[in-house]
Structure formats: C-alpha cells, structure tokens
C-alpha cells in the first residue's frame, strides 16, 4: 500500500509494536524515526488513523502523533485485548467488557455485557474488524 505524503513533511513512517514498546522507521531506509516505551513488557495492541497511532497495553490506552511519538493522550482503559480505531472512534474490548473513547481520549461508554459470559471481544465498525491474537 502506498503511504500518503503530507505537505512539507516526510511519509508516514512504519509503526512496529514490540516487548511494550513502539517503534517507528523510515519507509524507504528504515531509519528510526522514534520508540515510545510503555515501561512494562506487555503485548501491545496497535491501530493507525490518519495522523494518529492508538496502542493499547493491559489497561492503558495511549494516542501518539504517528510523526513524532509525542503523546497527546493517554488514559486508563478497561483491560483489553482488541483495539479498533474508525471512525474517529477508538474501541477497547476484553473480558466480556467494551470502552469507546473519542479523539481527543474522553471515555464516551462503557458496557460489561453482564450475563453473557467472559471471554474475547471481535469488534467491527465502518468496515474495520479487530479480534485478540492469541497465537504465541
């Protein structure tokens, strides 16, 4: 897929998400762009949306500006293993549990899907579906 190119700015790096740590390279060179490191080693769930990159671990759920690594947000989530961004929306789900949160990290809701059981969440919306990897 081609990366677009923002006006005066260079391509929008590759996102890696490794060991509770994201990394960003240079597409064309693979230069090192940025790491963010979450200060835990963790698995971390990842979603790009325009000029955002969204990464969930265990219960934090991080908004990053994927040219620079600054964080815009970050805020305490429900403990999740899917993540879904679209829509202008971010979706946490696990554990019988879903959050949405919009853009700028304000929980918008929260439903435990009381008596029907716990376990993996699969969600999709506007086209985009995201389900828990449990192949280790």
């Not at 190119?5 to 762009?33: C, M, W």
């Not at 929260?110 to 192949?135: F, Q």
Request: net charge neutral; charged share 25%; aromatic share 10%.
């Amino acid at each position: 897929m081609t990366m677009p190119y923002r006006s005066g700015d260079a391509a929008l790096p590759v996102i890696a998400a490794f060991n509770g740590k994201l990394f960003a390279f240079e597409p064309a060179t693979g230069r090192h762009r940025w790491v963010y490191d979450f200060q835990r080693a963790a698995i971390v769930r990842m979603a790009l949306d325009e000029d955002r990159v969204y990464a969930l671990v265990r219960d934090e759920l991080a908004c990053l500006d994927v040219y620079s690594g600054g964080v815009i947000w970050r805020v305490r989530s429900i403990t999740g293993d899917t993540l879904l961004v679209a829509g202008g929306l971010a979706f946490v789900g696990g554990a019988g549990e879903i959050a949405c949160f919009s853009r700028d990290g304000n929980r918008v809701w929260n439903d435990e899907l009381k008596g029907h059981g716990i376990g993996d969440v699969t969600l999709g919306y506007k086209g985009v579906v995201a389900s828990a990897d449990r192949s280790a």
